[in-house]
């Protein structure tokens, strides 16, 4: 019922830098409002990992492997989520994935996922 769409992915150096987006949107007659955004990674051959997640009214929280480096913001009113992307590493190379936990007008809870986009930073 709800549809993320991320963008902003692309082949970078080591040392570059990214700004991925995810809109989330609804069909039409469908509410809903946003519990946490969140980006996730998988490369291949790995599992899926949280990259940093925003919940509303908590503070930003990031994987170890990207303190200080990446940064994610929120537009609520355009129910947005960013995540800027800074000295990037090969190691960072992975398709990024955009969460959101939302709860619907009829108070049920779901999870969605975007599509993912690629980064891929060369050395």
């Known amino acids: 019922q709800v549809q993320l769409v991320e963008s902003g992915g692309g082949s970078v150096q080591a040392g570059g830098s990214l700004r991925l987006s995810c809109a989330a949107s609804?069909?039409?007659?469908?509410?809903?409002?946003?519990?946490?955004m969140a980006w996730y990674r998988q490369a291949p051959g790995k599992q899926r990992e949280l990259v940093a997640v925003?919940?509303?009214?908590?503070?930003?929280k990031y994987a170890e492997s990207v303190k200080g480096r990446f940064t994610i913001s929120r537009d609520n009113a355009k129910m947005t989520v960013y995540l800027q992307m800074n000295g990037l590493k090969p190691e960072d190379t992975a398709v990024y994935y955009c969460n959101a936990d939302t709860r619907m007008s009829w108070g049920q809870d779901y999870t969605f996922w975007g599509q993912g986009t690629q980064v891929t930073v060369s050395s």
């Open positions: 609804a069909a039409s007659g469908v509410s809903f409002s946003i519990n946490s």
């Open positions: 925003f919940s509303s009214g908590g503070s930003p």
